[in-house]
């Protein structure tokens, strides 16, 4: 699942889910989807960098939206987005992985973890007919990112990571 979907598959190939547009809305608007499918049915944020211009190479600024790619990628993705200190990311909630130790909880701010599991979109917008087969949370990476996790109204539970804000 990505940015609103582009990822490389474990085949090599190319497998593009969108984020259900419902967590975008509930989340607010955001300046920068580094890991946008190329072609979208609705924008996740000002601007948008896709597999053709490869994000974690580009420049990011403001409030980042990020669903990278999942699987061995998604730790680069997270390092990049804890370095930025700006985002909320969408994940599995596989919280006894190292990826998770490493990029989650030694970085992030806060997370919620969304109630029951998520039906991502093809490229085309139609909905997935099955869920996504695991459960998922949001993570947030800055003050404020925290804070608009505790406001949303999405079903799940916050919960504050204890970091400090400088």
């Known amino acids: ?25 509930a989340l607010g608007e955001f300046d920068l989807d580094p890991c946008a499918p190329v072609k979208r049915p609705w924008n996740t944020a000002a601007k948008h960098y896709s597999f053709n211009e490869n994000g974690l190479a580009q420049p990011w600024s403001g409030r980042v939206w990020l669903n990278p790619p999942y699987g061995a ?8 987005l804890a370095q930025h200190g700006n985002g909320i990311a969408l994940i599995f909630a596989r919280t006894e992985t190292r990826m998770f130790f490493e990029h989650v909880w030694g970085k992030a701010h806060a997370l919620f973890f969304i109630e029951g599991r998520l039906n991502f979109h093809h490229v085309d917008g139609t909905r997935a007919a099955a869920n996504c087969g695991g459960p998922s949370v949001l993570v947030a990476y800055g003050f404020d990112c925290a804070t608009t996790l505790t406001k949303c109204d999405l079903p799940g539970r916050y919960v504050d990571l204890g970091r400090e804000i400088l």
């Open 73 to 80: 990628q998604t730790g680069k993705w997270l390092n990049r």
């Open 1 to 25: 699942m990505s940015g609103i979907g582009g990822h490389a598959d474990q085949g090599g190939g190319h497998d593009e889910w969108l984020t259900p547009p419902h967590i975008i809305a």
